[in-house]
């Protein structure tokens, strides 16, 4: 089976749930129209066998570390699962969620790290079924036109920049309130109103006496976080 990287990841937005078991993130798998380092382009449509297959066969892609045994390390046990694929203008859109064993823990936990993610790469595993060549210098080295996508993996090294992962769903009440304190430098209290009521809430604590330059240095932190500016 043919490995190939194609996703390279910034956490670029932090989203928050209120299930403690819900470590879920999503992302692009793969970018169309971008040459990797290996010199090929997918194509918009390679990937509509396998989802056609993943939606009416109940039959997956693999959530794997690194690409598993594929890249001769590690292994094949998956550290997840696939809960959405589909393609849109820019790539295969790929949401997941992070099994609760010690392997999706670290991973997790890695991935939402700050003030940037220890790991935030995601790459494909498959085995390409249609293609063409290049017959000009200046074209890519193949075209994909039809793959069968065996894994899209979490990685640390991919080869293909374009794609990312764009959100993150953290665990808890708790775990936001531990993030805006972090990320935006807010106090455990402002924290926790926002926790409970969202922003607005700090609109009282302004008015009780709470700096509000203070707040809004805070908030301009945060948002500097998630958008990378």
């Known amino acids: 089976m043919m490995v190939q990287n194609v996703l390279a990841c910034q956490l670029a937005e932090v989203k928050?749930?209120?299930?403690?078991?819900?470590?879920?993130?999503?992302?692009?798998?793969?970018?169309?129209?971008n040459v990797d380092s290996y010199g090929d382009v997918i194509a918009p449509g390679a990937f509509s066998d396998t989802l056609s297959r993943a939606k009416s066969q109940n039959d997956w892609p693999a959530m794997l570390s690194q690409h598993g045994s594929f890249l001769g390390g590690g292994d094949n046990v998956p550290v997840g699962v696939w809960t959405s694929m589909q393609e849109d203008s820019k790539g295969l859109v790929v949401e997941g969620k992070l099994a609760p064993t010690p392997r999706g823990q670290e991973l997790y936990t890695l991935m939402k790290m700050q003030p940037r993610p220890a790991i935030n790469g995601l790459s494909i595993g498959y085995v390409p079924k249609e293609w063409s060549v290049r017959t000009r210098p200046e074209e890519p080295r193949r075209t994909?036109?039809?793959?069968?996508?065996m894994e899209v993996s979490i990685v640390t090294m991919p080869a293909n920049p374009k794609a990312r992962v764009t959100q993150v769903k953290c665990a808890s009440i708790r775990e936001f309130e531990s993030f805006l304190r972090d990320a935006g430098g807010f106090s455990r209290a402002q924290a926790a109103a926002i926790a409970a009521g969202g922003f607005k809430s700090i609109e009282s604590?302004?008015?009780?006496?709470?700096?509000?330059?203070?707040?809004?240095?805070?908030?301009?932190?945060?948002?500097?976080?998630?958008?990378?500016?």
């Not at 403690?20 to 169309?32: C, L, Q």
């Not at 994909?144 to 996508?149: E, F, I, N, R, Y």
């Not at 604590?205 to 500016?229: P, Y």
Request: proline share 0%; aromatic share 8%.
């Open 144 to 149: 994909l036109k039809k793959v069968d996508l």
């Open 205 to 229: 604590m302004r008015d009780a006496g709470d700096d509000g330059q203070e707040v809004g240095a805070s908030i301009d932190r945060l948002i500097s976080t998630l958008t990378g500016k």
């Open 16 to 33: 928050f749930a209120g299930s403690e078991n819900d470590m879920t993130f999503s992302g692009y798998g793969a970018i169309f129209g």
